[in-house]
């Protein structure tokens, strides 16, 4: 079992920044490749960035690449989502979640959830 909780959303203006963490609990955190997914308004929640185990390797979506970096520390149960440059289409509700099997695109195949959190980018 691995609860998550996200925090460091917000608003900013176009073109700045901000920095997203998501902290597990449970001793089981390495086990799991860890998600970045986001919903806009409307739409349905997609794919944003994605971490292995060990962090040895990174995937993102094509509309955030060389924008948004994903990190993590297992020492202390925690995944990052840096965003840089961000853009108005940027606006969701940005969830944390782990899966274990090794999918890293399918939301469906991510066991568990954070609540969210929103980042509003504005013009």
């Known amino acids: 079992q691995v609860q998550l909780v996200e925090s460091g959303g917000g608003l900013v203006q176009a073109g700045g920044s901000l920095r997203l963490s998501c902290a597990g609990s449970?001793?089981?955190?390495?086990?799991?490749?860890m998600g970045w997914f986001r919903q806009a308004p409307g739409k349905e929640r997609e794919f944003t960035a994605a971490?292995?185990?060990?962090?040895?390797?990174?995937y993102y979506a094509d509309s955030v690449k060389r924008r948004f970096t994903i990190s993590r520390d297992n020492a202390k149960n925690t995944v990052t989502l840096q965003m840089d440059s961000l853009k108005p289409e940027d606006t969701a509700v940005y969830y944390c979640?782990?899966?274990?099997?090794?999918?890293?695109?399918?939301?469906?195949?991510?066991?568990?959830w954070g609540q969210g959190t929103q980042v509003t980018v504005s013009s």
């Open positions: 971490i292995t185990r060990t962090g040895g390797s990174t």
């Open positions: 449970g001793r089981t955190f390495s086990g799991y490749t």
């Open positions: 979640a782990a899966e274990g099997g090794g999918y890293i695109y399918d939301l469906k195949k991510y066991d568990y």
